[in-house]
């Protein structure tokens, strides 16, 4: 069936430092969605992107789509302890519901 | 604006234990969907329905059961609790299908079996 994969499963940084999540997808993807989870808590969406080779930015945070809708990154450029949590990204399965990766978690040391 | 509002928040059953986790929501969302979330995973669709009336199967439905009966209600059953089924269950919603739709998620419960 259909996969959506992530790497790496852990991250931990120092602040200040950058850090990057990575989507594959076995099949192509006709979107894909990021959310985050603070711990303890519910997934909260981040951005949808849609078009092959798409680059959104939200203030620190760069989202890419790649050029063959088979892949996804997540940067966030200079972390803050606000940026803990864990990031999965979500591709839209043959039943048109979202099949979510297994998240990468990501802890800041300040 | 609640969202979307699960209950209970946290429940411990015994094995073979029936229970029912409630989910609603205020948005007049025609989606509906149950996610478990086991440590260190993904979450998993166990059922979803695209309006009142109709619902379908997820990947992990099995020792679920869903129904409904209005556009605001998404109950999840469990009729013989399993340890298996120690998770976090998350009920979400979403206007429309995927694209262009976020899910919007409640705040979860966590249930132990047992």
């Known amino acids: 069936g259909q996969q959506v994969m992530q790497i790496p499963q852990y991250q931990h940084v120092q602040e200040g430092e950058d850090f990057t999540t990575y989507c594959n997808s076995s099949t192509t993807l006709s979107n894909i969605q990021w959310y985050k989870q603070r711990p303890g808590g519910h997934p909260v969406f981040l951005i949808q992107l849609v078009k092959s080779g798409e680059v959104k930015k939200q203030k620190r945070l760069t989202f890419q789509f790649g050029e063959a809708k088979k892949n996804s990154s997540l940067h966030i450029t200079a972390t803050q302890t606000t940026d803990v949590g864990t990031y999965f990204c979500?591709?839209?399965?043959?039943?048109?519901?979202?099949?979510f990766g297994k998240g990468t978690k990501l802890s800041v040391k300040p | 604006n609640a969202g979307v509002t699960q209950t209970p928040k946290f429940r411990i059953l015994k094995i073979g234990q029936s229970m029912t986790l409630q989910c609603t929501q205020d948005?007049?969302?025609?989606?509906m969907y149950w996610y478990r979330q086991d440590p260190g995973m993904g979450l998993k669709l166990i059922y979803y329905?695209?309006?009142?009336?109709?619902?379908d199967k997820g990947e992990v439905p099995n020792g679920y059961n869903v129904s409904r009966s209005t556009t605001e209600d998404f109950p999840l059953r469990l009729e013989l609790a399993a340890p298996s089924q120690t998770s976090v269950y998350f009920c979400a919603s979403s206007p429309s299908r995927i694209l262009n739709s976020p899910l919007h998620f409640g705040n979860g419960t966590r249930l132990t079996v047992t």
């Open positions: 979500a591709g839209e399965g043959s039943q048109g519901n979202l099949i």
């Open positions: 948005m007049n969302h025609n989606y």
């Open positions: 329905s695209v309006g009142a009336g109709i619902t």
